[in-house]
T-cell receptor
């Protein structure tokens, strides 16, 4: 079935470093792709999304591009801040509305 | 506006005691509703989902159950809690063809079974 695989982490970076969290997907159709963020002790929040090939989702300095040829949706940020410390989940939504989440990647940014 | 409420935020229960977690949605009709569990340091596990009143689908067999007595109310229950039921429980909703297409999550309930 449809699924996503993301790098497990944890990832530890210094402030202002470049961030990449890899996410690849397996799907029979053309799913929508999402990144969610979970701050400590909270629920998940939608960070960004892309609904078709070559779409770029962006929010709060984060970006991810829907790459059909590599079945990827890697999350990037040019300069991370301490406040970006959180768990990041890659997800896909199949045409039947089922959402499949990756295992999550914990990011810690040190000052 | 559309909001989702989940309570309680924190719960400590003894082994063998019952459980009832409630989730309500405002500002939308006929949502799909979901219960997820997140064990410490792990990803999300879908427990139940519901596409309508009284319609519950279980993803994982266990000693938990779910009910949807009203369109915008989703309840997670257990008759006797186990230590392994400890975790962070998240309720979520979505509506086919509306909004940003993603799921909207509640703030979660942290359950500790002692």
């Amino acid at each position: 079935g449809d699924s996503v695989t993301q790098m497990e982490g944890p990832v530890t970076l210094s402030e202002e470093a470049f961030l990449t969290i890899n996410c690849t997907y397996t799907a029979t159709g053309y799913p929508s792709l999402f990144w969610y963020v979970q701050y400590p002790g909270e629920g998940l929040q939608l960070l960004l999304k892309a609904t078709k090939a070559d779409d770029k989702g962006s929010n709060k300095g984060f970006e991810a591009t829907y790459r059909k040829e590599t079945t990827s949706f890697h999350l990037e940020k040019g300069s991370v801040q301490v406040s970006d410390s959180a768990v990041y989940f890659c997800a896909l939504k199949a045409p039947n509305n089922d959402m499949r989440f990756g295992a999550g990647t914990r990011l810690t940014v040190k000052p | 506006s559309q909001t989702i409420h989940q309570w309680p935020a924190t719960l400590v229960q003894p082994v063998g005691s019952p459980l009832s977690l409630e989730c309500t949605v405002e500002g939308t009709s006929n949502p799909n509703l979901y219960w997820y569990r997140q064990a410490a340091g792990r990803g999300l596990q879908l427990l139940f989902y519901s596409v309508g009143i009284g319609q519950i689908s279980s993803e994982v067999p266990q000693n938990l159950s779910a009910s949807r007595p009203q369109d915008r109310q989703f309840i997670l229950s257990s008759k006797k809690l186990l230590l392994s039921d400890s975790g962070f429980y998240l309720c979520a909703w979505s509506v086919w063809g509306q909004g940003d297409g993603g799921y909207t999550f509640g703030s979660g309930t942290r359950l500790t079974v002692v």
